[in-house]
């Protein structure tokens, strides 16, 4: 809970069309219908050639924080539920079913789950891994996802006692396949949200033996469909089936050999002479969409998610210069010039396709589409000592630095000099905080949506999320998002989503980030796996339902 950002993204550029938007690839059914070796006109061999667009930082569900290493650890490991690609409905996974009363949620678990060493998988080890990833000595940045639960948040900030309070954390086995949670309050996404990373098991065994290498292909023990054969830190992820899966019978895939590739134009380079087969969504290069949109391997799926900049609010201080500065920007100009991807200008957090968007979404007046130069000037003479010497930091994933070339011209026109800086992923996400180094004036971040309700953005900004890059702290905004929290209804959460959205962005918002868009996930794949390959809104690939034609 105290550091940085999460699964944020590796994802460039892209933003976000409406859940329904027509044009998105792939389904969940194979429609195969060639002649190859296999079944249905499968291809013989089911090796599917993946392109990841960045070194995981970790692959420990407790630990690991970006989309990469997400949709590595999903793939390796066994949920409780998955999300309906399609829908966000939460699925049976290894919990064949739920129980939901009030305050209490019982799982009932598969009594085929197996690690790969031949143990079982019980109820017992989801109650040691949600509460080592709530440990204080993890230091896990992720621990607040588990904070809806009876004692998580008291026992992951202790400094004292914190033996008696993990007993207090209300989670509990009565047997080895019924999971009981008890929660602070009536939840309504928390079924949908045990679908995230920081809800798996893990092993205690291996974990304990190897410490911080039981992660290595060597040492490694998971349950879910595929395993971790080859890790080459920075060059290579390889992927097998695990025959033992409990489900083993519908995975299809049997090899996934992939290669790290973070420059956008190597990864397409990479593509088209046939050493990948489908990249990850995480990035395309601009200069390279227009052309790539017009072949038939090109796709672009809708997402749950927002691309901003943050301000670090002690070097930025005067709200007059932060609403110059969001104003400055045209973000449509910047989809449509730089970007390309047909994203969506952003007018607050919350991504358009979100439950109850209409209620939430603030339409700042400090985030036009086309900016707003006039008014910009304006607000930056009202500044009492404005900061006109600025350093904007990104990463180095496809499209940061041209997106952050075009915000640097733009906000010239105010009088404004920015020095640009780029950093490699791992690097960036430590440099950044928080609290943010204090080098950082602005910096840029996403956010890609853990589960489908707008609490899991909207509660970044609280005073001790490890998420709040940007010195933004505001008692009344924390004391709102635990009301948003208590709150069972859906209509009259979303009225209190919609006011923590006006006091981030509303006429009087503390304006501690700028959205600029609402990503999508432009991405390549072959026309072997194209109809079986697909990237959920939340940024998820499920490799059990890809299967390669012939």
Known sequence: MRRKKLLLLVVGLLGSLTLAAAGCGGGNESSSTGTGGGPAGQAADQTLKMGWGAEPPSLDPGLATDTTSSNVILNIMDPLVRLDPNTNEAKPSLAESWDVNGATVTYHLSHDGKWTNGDPVTAGDFVYSWKRTLSPDLAADYAYQLYGLKGAAEYNSCEKNCDALANKVGVEAPDDYTLVVHLTSPQPWFVQQSAHTAFLAVHQATVEKFGDKWTEPQNIVTDGPFKLSKWEHEAEIDLVKNPNYRDAANVTLESIPGK???????????????????????????????????????????????????????????????????????????????????????????????????????????????????????????????????????????????????????????????????????????????????????????????????INGLELWTCDSGNNNTNFCDKTYDDTVAKAKATEDDSARYDVYGQLEDMLFGQDGALPITPIYWYTFPNLEKQSVKDTFFISPLDQIDLTKVVVKG
């Open 260 to 454: 790290i590739i973070v420059d956008g134009t190597t990864r397409v380079q990479a593509f088209e002479s046939g050493e990948i087969d489908a990249l990850d969504g995480g990035g395309l290069p601009p200069d390279e969409i227009a052309r790539l949109k017009e072949t038939p391997e090109y796709e672009n799926y809708p997402s749950l998610g927002t691309y901003y900049y943050g301000f670090n609010m002690k070097n930025i201080s005067d709200i007059h210069e932060r609403r110059a500065l969001s104003l400055g920007i045209n973000r449509q100009e910047i989809i449509d010039q730089v970007a390309q991807a047909d994203q969506i200008p952003a007018t607050g957090m919350s991504p358009k396709g979100i439950a109850g968007f209409d209620q939430i979404n603030p339409n700042s007046p400090w985030t036009p589409a086309a900016g707003d130069l006039d008014q910009a000037k304006d607000e930056l003479s009202q500044a009492a000592n404005p900061k006109k010497d600025i350093t904007l930091f990104f990463n180095d994933a496809p499209g940061h630095k041209e997106i952050a070339t075009a915000v640097q011209a733009q906000w010239k026109e105010l009088g404004i000099t920015t020095t640009l800086k780029q950093q490699e992923w791992a690097q960036y996400l430590e440099f950044l905080g928080p609290p943010p180094n204090n080098a950082v004036d602005v910096y840029r971040l996403g956010w890609i949506y853990d589960f489908p309700d707008a």
